[in-house]
């Protein structure tokens, strides 16, 4: 792979091997955590990150009943998965959650994968998939 000499001035955590480290970012509905968890920790995913959400999609929420009122739910739970990976991992993760995550309704979620330019062990200094 050629990398123009400028874009290495700018941007020189680029090489000619490429970038080797993603971010997998899965939206999951909270009930299937654990499994998700266990699933990724079974294929090697050493560590994650995990936020708890609200979103909508083409669900755009839903009506709820709460003491014989009818509200209207706009934004639903969900659970935020951030799992940074080897490049050469990520399809698996990306297999795995969709594959434990899936319920078939409406609602399971989203996955993004995205390059990461540079990645640091704050501990150790260590960089990249080694900060892994």
């Known amino acids: 792979m050629f990398i123009s000499p400028v ?3 700018e941007y020189p955590h680029h090489n000619d091997k490429g970038i080797k480290v993603k971010l997998i970012i899965a939206t999951i509905k909270p009930f299937k955590l654990e499994e998700v968890r266990e699933a990724l920790t079974d294929i090697g995913v050493r560590g994650m990150m995990v936020t708890e959400i609200k979103g909508f ?11 014989g009122a009818e509200y209207a ?6 659970v935020k998965l951030e799992i940074v990976v080897d490049t050469a991992m990520a399809d698996q993760v990306v297999e795995t959650i969709t594959n434990t995550a899936r319920t078939g309704k409406i609602g399971d979620g989203k996955i993004f994968v995205l390059d990461v330019a540079q990645a640091v062990r704050v501990r150790t200094g260590e960089t990249n998939d080694d900060a892994l």
Do not use: A
């Not at 999609?57 to 003491?67: A, D, V």
């Open 57 to 67: 999609g083409s669900q755009s929420g839903h009506t709820e009943i709460y003491r």
């Open 7 to 9: 874009i290495q001035r």
């Open 73 to 78: 739910v706009n934004f639903v739970p969900k």
